[in-house]
């Protein structure tokens, strides 16, 4: 089986007697409260899902890996993983101590080693990582209004936060055992923060086609206010997977990651953490993880020309554009249809929204009609609350 990031799976989670000790000591701790954003990264750095880190990024990563695309021992690693505190805070927090970082609720979420404190700049972290210092990019915007001070260093995480969607949360250690009893060799990742439709149906079974099985994927960490709620998605993935995949060769899990929409650094990020969950290839569309006009349509595809594959290992699949053509009478994409795009069923995300929105359901060309349904009962039930 393909190796964690780094060679080791890494898992900072107390039990036991070791976390009620840690929760007994954090009593005495500094206490500095963190919010949702924070707390999904700390849970994601102790399941082993961001190995090889076993904490937040002291200077010396963070600055090597905004600037590189590397941790400073030279591993790949595109997205900064940072634990922000105000200058205040910052200035009462001494390095080399521990310190106890509290949920919303009041309570111990975990205990870190506070190996840094520094200060950064948020323009360059922005230029840097998402291409752009505009504030309207929802990375770019969340950069801005983060604390002056970053800390780094070790965790050991003493609570899980509930989960809502627990039955479909397999960590990293349950995906590796499960493709292990499954008999599977090669597992590809499917992406996505979006309902499932036609064209991102054609590209997992395409991929799956050539590996032994599809991991469908769905990042349902923080997203957009815009995007389609997670609870309706979990919904359209269950239908959908329960009617058109073959239920031996396809596993529906989540991933609790907080999108950046960091378009190609993201995509190397995410292809790294389906590492860690044991797969060996990961697909990569049109404009993955981008937003706006931001990133150029295959962007995420050029940004692994930027490393050695043996760096990553996991072996990505290059999809372009994909839909339904009208004459070749099923689903193609711009590398395999000769006809022109007259002929193509395509639909923007703004106009499938505004079809939703009446009761329409899109063309069965473009999606599913048991999603469609899904959707529109969904959103339905989400405007009159």
């Not at 969340?142 to 800390?151: A, F």
């Not at 990742?189 to 309902?195: E, G, I, K, L």
């Not at 079974?205 to 960490?221: F, M, N, S, T």
Request: proline share 5%; with cysteine; glycine share 8%.
């Amino acid at each position: 089986m393909i190796k964690p990031h780094g060679g080791k799976l890494i898992n900072r989670v107390l039990d036991g007697a070791a976390r009620e000790a840690a929760r007994e000591k954090a009593q005495s701790l500094p206490r500095v409260t963190v919010g949702q954003d924070t707390l999904t990264d700390l849970e994601n750095i102790a399941q082993g899902v961001f190995s090889p880190l076993e904490g937040f990024m002291n200077q010396k990563d963070f600055q090597s890996v905004v600037d590189t695309m590397r941790l400073s021992n030279g591993l790949p690693w595109t997205i900064p993983i940072m634990l922000d505190v105000e200058k205040e805070m910052g200035d009462r927090l001494q390095v080399d101590s521990e310190i106890a970082l509290i949920d919303p609720a009041g309570d111990v979420a975990a205990i870190m080693y506070l190996e840094d404190k520094y200060s950064y700049d948020r323009e360059q972290l922005a230029r840097q990582v998402f291409k752009t210092t505009e504030d309207k990019h929802p990375g770019v915007r969340k950069v801005y209004s983060m604390g002056e001070v970053l800390l780094g260093g070790r965790i050991d995480l003493v609570k899980k936060q509930p989960d809502p969607y627990a039955r479909y949360n397999l960590s990293p250690r349950e995906t590796r055992l499960l493709f292990k009893e499954k008999g599977w060799d090669t597992v590809v990742a499917f992406q996505t923060r979006n309902p499932v439709h036609r064209a991102h149906e054609y590209l997992q079974k395409c991929a799956l086609e050539v590996v032994d099985g599809l991991l469908l994927h769905p990042l349902v960490g923080g997203t957009k206010s815009d995007d389609i709620p997670t609870d309706i998605r979990i919904q359209c993935y269950e239908v959908i997977v329960s009617k058109y995949y073959h239920p031996q060769r396809t596993i529906f899990s989540v991933m609790p990651v907080n999108m950046r929409y960091a378009g190609p650094r993201e995509a190397i990020f995410h292809a790294l953490l389906r590492k860690n969950y044991g797969c060996t290839h990961f697909i990569v569309g049109r404009d993955h993880a981008g937003v706006g006009n931001y990133y150029g349509t295959y962007d995420a595809h050029y940004i692994f020309r930027e490393f050695e594959p043996q760096e990553l290992e996991i072996t990505p699949f290059f999809f372009e554009h994909a839909f339904y053509c009208k004459q070749c009478g099923g689903m193609a994409s711009s590398k395999t249809c000769p006809h022109d795009s007259s002929n193509h069923v395509f639909l923007s995300g703004t106009k499938v929204r505004e079809m939703l929105s009446r009761g329409e359901i899109p063309p069965k060309e473009f999606t599913r009609q048991e999603v469609a349904e899904v959707l529109i009962a969904g959103l339905r039930q989400k405007q009159q609350q």
